[in-house]
């Protein structure tokens, strides 16, 4: 009989196109108009330089492994047009969203009532999990708009876990890095700053399933009947800052529900926010990228740094200097200060302070209610 298949493996490209690239997006949430719209700028920039050294090629913009898209979630109306006019002008796609769970739908009154009051920005932090929503992407990185890219994440887009992330030990003092529950240990924060997901609808559904029955424990008599325990279901998980949203529902559900799915990064390498000894104490070149909690806006100027923020500078004048690419690229019509390094150039003399920084260009920063422009 003849080989009814006398090809078994042919050339699934016999053309030899190119195949194409695994996308990975960059995303950052906006919940308000702010004066931060550089801090955007500086982030796509970083990450576009970011793997000019790790694959040896100086003028590289990009990743030769992965393609990169910049998408940013608005919450809904609360920012004008203005503000996601600049986004977009620096690069970003906007995506507008409502909230991920509406609050008539969180079923728990006293959760119901509280979370707009959680952390920084209460239930719009919550917009940071459309990420697991993003299927058309191998891998989507969070981060806030205070972060400074430096280096090449695309080692971390090898590996197979659901959420990459640091912790903040900075917010649970008598936490320790893998608790658990069985042995009477307290799960510490996942900072909210850096956050790397691998997009997923089973992921997302069970975490808005969590959010939308809202069983959050204030603990004591605040405690609905027959309800025992403080935090996310009693756990002990998510009672410190920012754990009543994304920062304790994160750990809470990687550790109760989807064990052995998350991963922990070099918080030193990853998501520096030179709040520990150790992580004052690396190179500057060490760091892959940076988030400025302890350090500070680059935006308001730092006047001085106490004796183990070294870094903390190091990391501003990285900053700075990508800040003043980003004019270049932009064609920035803002004359800079004539001074001789790139924070003076942008915060002109010392003793400005943040009323001192130029920001990009005037008609990329959102104008307030009251028709001033925002100054950062």
């Known amino acids: 009989n003849p080989n009814p298949n006398p090809n078994p493996n042919p050339n699934p490209n016999p053309n030899h196109e190119p195949m194409p690239k695994p996308k990975v997006a960059f995303a950052i949430v906006v919940t308000k108009d702010g004066p931060y719209v550089d801090g955007a700028a500086v982030i796509r920039e970083g990450v576009l330089r970011g793997c000019r050294a790790k694959y040896g090629d100086p003028e590289l913009r990009g990743s030769p492994k992965y393609d990169y898209d910049f998408i940013a979630f608005l919450l809904d109306d609360a920012v004008t047009e203005a503000m996601e006019e600049s986004l977009k002008r620096f690069g970003w796609t906007t995506l507008r969203k409502p909230l991920p769970v509406p609050y008539e739908e969180i079923e728990d009154a006293t959760y119901r009532e509280m979370v707009d009051k959680a952390g920084c920005c209460g239930a719009a932090e919550y917009l940071k999990l459309y990420a697991y929503a993003q299927l058309e992407y191998h891998k989507v990185v969070l981060l806030d708009m205070d972060s400074l890219v430096l280096g090449c994440l695309d080692d971390l887009f090898e590996a197979d876990a659901s959420l990459q992330f640091t912790y903040d030990m900075g917010m649970c003092s008598r936490c320790q890095k893998n608790a658990t529950l069985e042995h009477g240990g307290k799960v510490p924060p996942y900072q909210g700053g850096f956050l790397l997901v691998s997009p997923s609808m089973k992921h997302y559904d069970a975490l808005t399933a969590i959010i939308r029955e809202g069983d959050f424990r204030e603990g004591g008599a605040k405690n609905a009947p027959g309800k025992k325990g403080i935090a996310w279901k009693g756990t002990r998980i998510g009672y410190y ?8 529902l994160l750990p809470y559900y990687y550790t109760v529900e989807a064990p052995g799915e998350s991963l922990e990064v070099d918080m030193c390498a990853y998501n520096n926010m030179v709040d520990n000894e150790e992580c004052q104490g ?13 350090c500070q806006k680059p935006w308001k100027c730092k006047r001085w740094y106490r004796e183990n923020q070294a870094l903390c500078e190091q990391l501003h004048d990285k900053w700075y200097e990508l800040r003043l690419e980003v004019g270049k690229e932009f064609g920035e019509p803002t004359p800079l200060y004539d001074m001789d390094t790139p924070k003076l150039k942008v915060c002109g003399p010392q003793g400005k302070g943040r009323k001192g920084y130029l920001p990009v260009s005037p008609a990329f920063t959102p104008k307030l209610s009251d028709g001033r422009r925002a100054r950062i």
């Open 241 to 248: 800052w920012g754990g009543r949203t994304v920062q304790g």
């Open 282 to 294: 690396v190179p500057v070149d060490y760091v892959q990228n940076a988030h400025f909690t302890v």
